[in-house]
């Protein structure tokens, strides 16, 4: 369930960094007047992490102080201390929340601190928010969201719901756009996790495009869906190709939007392999396990569009999904194939399992002769080199046109969504040289770009864009985590979706 974020609006009488609105809300609670929460969170600046609160004085037996100092406190974002206090009639919990340098991403941190509390069912109320810009109040309630999502199949009973979280203000406007902005930018992060995080058993290349007519539907997108036959009508050849092991066909899903006035038109093409075994080339078990993610590009694109409207993006948006399972049977393409691309180029396969590029090719090389865009930007978890380079916290970046690299760097730099930009190498292109074919899909052993994985399958998509500016963006990494670390969630992370926003939004 979504976590319940509501904003009470206080007469403060203090200072405008909380402490009035937290003497104001205590004074209320003990009166009768407000209901106690199972949890008072109180903002702790680094500066200020062996300050007394002489608000919470009375309440607590040794003063806030000597509760921050007796757990080591410093104020780093996230950073908690907890003590009990008797509240009213009742009892109830101070938590000391770091806020860090009040960054952004220090502001995304501790909240996402208080978004878990919340999905576990606590009930929080916290001036967190009181003297805050619009901006970074936003940056904190996105956190909340994003740190509070959940997605489980457990047949056990899950926590009932509690009251979410409770941001005490004195500023008229209670934030309403910040926190609107907020919902919409986490909801669509949360509809890319989910999408991710479904098993494979039913997350056929259908049923994800049900998925997207669905949202189209919901947030007044346009919606295309190619079936099989359309699809080998029109000669994409990567998509089928990748999708023919399996006895659940492909699709290719086509979604638009387009605002009045519009003067920018960009493409969003994201790989949506729902489950990838490597096909003939079969990977090992431990392989297969984590590959429910490998569709995580094209939930970004899914996401993406879903929010366009809310957030009154002006560029007009086509989002393109390259949906096929990519499995082994009599009927999978095999190592040796020759195959065509959409628009004619031949593709000799040398391993089926780097199926991501065939069918990113295909959508790629149908936005350039169709759809006519400014702009083209695929994302795709494609490879493990992507990875090993940059780890699991940030995304590979690629692209033909400086300008296009600028934008998308700043974005990912301010939404947490972080990117390294990697480097298109002309004489890597040679690896990719075939004897039967125009290309090889992958960089073939001995040559200068043999090793260099991820540059490799950049390279090979460069040959699908037709010179247009193009980026693509390898999230193998940080499209998937371990655990649970600041807004990241264990699981699908909805990596990408809140900086392609933020670049569509600055267009």
Do not use: C
Request: hydrophobic share 45%; no cysteine.
């Amino acid at each position: 369930m979504p976590i319940d974020i509501h904003v009470t609006l206080l007469p403060a009488e203090g200072p405008a960094d909380g402490a009035g609105l937290l003497s104001d809300y205590l004074s209320a609670v003990a009166d009768g007047q407000a209901d106690a929460p199972d949890l008072i969170a109180v903002p702790v600046r680094p500066d200020a992490a062996q300050q007394d609160w002489p608000e919470l004085g009375h309440l607590l037996p040794a003063g806030s102080a000597a509760v921050m100092a007796a757990a080591g406190m410093t104020g780093k974002a996230g950073e908690v201390a907890e003590a009990a206090v008797r509240l009213g009639a009742g009892s109830s919990r101070v938590l000391f929340l770091g806020t860090g340098d009040g960054s952004p991403r220090a502001l995304r941190r501790a909240g996402a601190e208080l978004g878990r509390r919340a999905a576990r069912g606590v009930a929080v109320s916290s001036p967190a928010i009181a003297g805050l810009p619009d901006q970074a109040a936003q940056d904190f309630v996105t956190g909340i969201l994003l740190g509070g999502y959940s997605f489980t199949l457990k047949s056990a009973p899950r926590p009932a719901p509690g009251a979410g979280v409770g941001l005490l203000t004195d500023q008229a406007d209670g934030h309403g756009a910040a926190l609107g902005r907020a919902t919409i930018i986490a909801g669509a992060v949360a509809l890319a996790r989910d999408l991710v995080n479904t098993p494979s058993a039913g997350k056929t290349p259908e049923w994800l495009a049900g998925q997207a007519v669905r949202a189209a539907e919901q947030f007044g997108l346009r919606s295309r869906i190619w079936a099989e036959a359309e699809l080998a009508a029109a000669g994409f050849g990567g998509i089928l190709a990748v999708g023919s092991g399996s006895a659940r066909p492909p699709r290719l899903i086509e979604l638009s939007y387009e605002p009045a006035g519009w003067e920018t038109h960009v493409v969003l093409v994201g790989k949506g392999i729902t489950f990838d075994s490597g096909g003939l080339s079969l990977k090992p078990n431990d392989g297969m396990k984590l590959m429910k993610t490998d569709m995580a590009g094209g939930a970004a694109v899914i996401a993406v569009m879903s929010a366009l409207a809310g957030l009154g993006v002006r560029a007009r948006v086509t989002g393109l999904v390259a949906a096929a399972e990519n499995m082994p049977s009599g009927s999978a393409y095999r190592p040796g194939d020759v195959i065509t691309q959409h628009g004619g180029r031949t593709v000799e396969v040398l391993n089926t399992d780097a199926e991501g590029r065939l069918v990113l090719a295909d959508a790629i090389a149908y936005a350039n002769a169709a759809l006519d865009p400014g702009v083209v930007v695929d994302i795709a978890t494609l490879t493990g080199a992507a990875r090993t380079a940059l780890g699991s916290g940030i995304g590979a970046l690629y692209s033909t046109d400086d300008d296009v690299a600028g934008a998308l760097l700043a974005a990912g730099q301010a939404t947490g969504d972080r990117l390294w930009r990697m480097p298109l190498p002309a004489d890597y292109l040679d690896a990719l040289d075939s004897p039967v074919a125009d290309l090889a899909h992958i960089a073939r052993s001995g040559a200068a770009g043999a090793k260099a994985g991820s540059i490799a399958a950049a390279l090979f998509l460069r040959e699908f864009t037709g010179g247009r500016p193009w980026a693509h963006l390898d999230v193998a990494g940080p499209a998937r985590s371990a655990s649970d670390e600041g807004e990241t969630t264990k699981g699908g992370t909805g990596f990408g979706t809140r900086l392609l926003l933020s670049w569509l939004g600055g267009i």
